[in-house]
């Protein structure tokens, strides 16, 4: 599975930004895909994931603010970020998860810098 995450840049505090994640090759095999992200310093940490099944799952941080979605006929997963917070600067990162629990493998793209201005 190949990830190309887009959409990073500046924006001030309390505003928006989406970004987009193209996922391609074993689609077919993806159980999940998920946002993290990391800020200097810091460990990366979930952002919001979204199963094969539509279920979605956020981040105590971004809950009511931001969404993760996705187009299936298109392979890209979204994260709509709103009412964002200096707080919410970091590299954002997109993941797939295939395999079974007991046997998963992650997939990571190459990071997305967002900047939130105060």
């Known amino acids: 599975v190949q990830l190309q995450a887009s959409g990073g840049g500046l924006v001030q505090n309390g505003g928006s930004l989406r970004l987009s994640c193209a996922y391609s090759?074993?689609?077919?095999?993806?159980?999940?895909l998920g946002w993290y992200r990391q800020a200097p310093g810091q460990e990366r940490e979930l952002v919001a994931t979204?199963?094969?099944?539509?279920?979605?799952n956020y981040g105590d941080s971004v809950k009511g603010r931001f969404t993760i979605f996705r187009d299936s006929a298109k392979s890209t997963l979204y994260l709509q970020m709103n009412s964002l917070k200096p707080e919410d600067t970091a590299v954002y990162y997109c993941?797939?998860?295939?395999?079974?629990?007991?046997?998963?493998?992650?997939?990571w793209g190459l990071g997305t810098l967002v900047t939130v201005s105060s």
């Open positions: 090759g074993s689609i077919s095999r993806i159980n999940a």
């Open positions: 979204i199963t094969s099944g539509t279920n979605t």
């Open positions: 993941n797939a998860i295939t395999g079974p629990a007991w046997r998963k493998t992650d997939y």
